[in-house]
């Protein structure tokens, strides 16, 4: 097994759909080293981000699957501690939206097994 130290996504602007960031294929697993949001905007904006099968879509609200949401205060950055310390196993992801588009930055690194 390999080991790799990995910027599994650096300043990727949510939307206003869920997307993923960082997704596994089905012989390899992630673990998550440091997880954060940076909100560019002046107004406050609600995250919500999941760690799910690749197959699962995220959902939200009551009964939702979702791992992390917060509202983010304007200009500031936030890690995302429900995060840090995860393994995304064989065909996983993190996905994650924004309730307004193009805003919010997120960067997530780790170490990639193989």
Not at 90 to 112: E, M, R
Request: proline share 1%; no cysteine; glycine share 8%.
């Amino acid at each position: 097994m390999t080991t790799t130290l990995n910027d599994f996504t650096s300043e990727t602007q949510l939307s206003t759909s869920e997307a993923t960031l960082v997704s596994t294929n089905s012989t390899e697993k992630k673990f998550i080293g440091m997880a954060t949001v940076t909100n560019t905007s002046t107004s406050n904006i609600e995250v919500t981000l999941w760690r799910l099968n690749d197959t699962t879509t995220g959902t939200t609200g009551s009964g939702g699957n979702w791992l992390w949401k917060k509202t983010i205060p304007a200009q500031k950055t936030l890690t995302v501690d429900k995060l840090l310390g995860h393994v995304l196993g064989n065909s996983q992801k993190i996905s994650g939206l924004a309730a307004t588009g193009s805003v919010v930055n997120v960067d997530i690194s780790g170490k990639t097994e193989i």
